[in-house]
T-cell receptor, first 113, second 114 residues
């Protein structure tokens, strides 16, 4: 079945350094949608960005990701981490014609001064 | 209002007792989902409603029930709680089942079974 693999566990960064959270996926669908959800403490998880277009960069709130179907990847990046970026990040996959959203296990990002 | 509401936020249950969790949304979304989230694990889809049609995942088919009396409400029912049911339960909704539709999540209900 479909699966998503993310950078495991905890990523700690100093404020101002670049962020890169890895996400790779496996799916039977040729045109999947890939999502990044962010879960801040005491809030609901919410969508950060999404894409289904191969090799096109998508951006939101300073974060960006590019879907590369050749390598089945959708890594999340940001040029300069901020303290407020500390949160749990989920990569997720939904296949065209499917109903099921498959999540990775999440990567906790902790940004320190 | 783009919120999904879940009640209660925290739930304590005894082994062998039933548990009922509630979720509501006022966005007129067709689809509502229930996920189970345990520490360091991916959120696991338990079941979802598309309109009035319930779809349960094969590996949790017998463990969870659900009802959707109207478009806004969806419940998750555990007939006899076991220790393994301790987890965060996340409710989510989406406008429809289309692949590009995002999920709107509630805050979750943290269930502790003792």
């Amino acid at each position: 079945g479909d699966s998503v693999t993310q950078t495991e566990g905890l990523v700690t960064l100093t404020e101002g350094l670049p962020v890169m959270l890895n996400c790779t996926y496996q799916t039977i669908y040729s045109n999947p949608f890939l999502f990044w959800y962010v879960h801040y403490l005491n809030e609901s998880p919410r969508l950060l960005l999404k894409s289904s277009t191969d090799n096109k960069r998508t951006e939101h709130q300073g974060f960006h990701a590019t879907l590369h179907k050749s390598s089945s990847s959708f890594h999340l990046q940001k040029s300069s981490a901020q303290l407020s970026d500390s949160a749990l990040y989920y990569c997720a996959l939904k296949g065209t014609g499917g109903y099921k959203v498959v999540f990775g296990s999440g990567t906790r990002l902790l940004v320190s001064p | 209002d783009t919120t999904v509401k879940q009640n209660p936020r925290y739930k304590l249950a005894r082994v062998g007792k039933p548990v009922n969790l509630i979720c509501s949304q006022t966005m007129n979304h067709d689809t509502m989902y229930w996920y189970q989230k345990k520490p360091n694990q991916a959120p696991k889809l338990l079941l979802f409603y598309y309109d009035k049609i319930l779809n349960r995942e094969a590996d949790t088919f017998e463990k969870f029930q659900s009802s959707r009396p109207n478009n806004s409400f969806c419940s998750l029912y555990i007939g006899s709680a076991g220790l393994e049911y301790s987890a965060m339960y996340l409710c989510a909704s989406s406008r429809d089942r289309a692949a590009n539709e995002r999920l709107f999540f509630g805050h979750g209900t943290k269930l502790s079974v003792l």
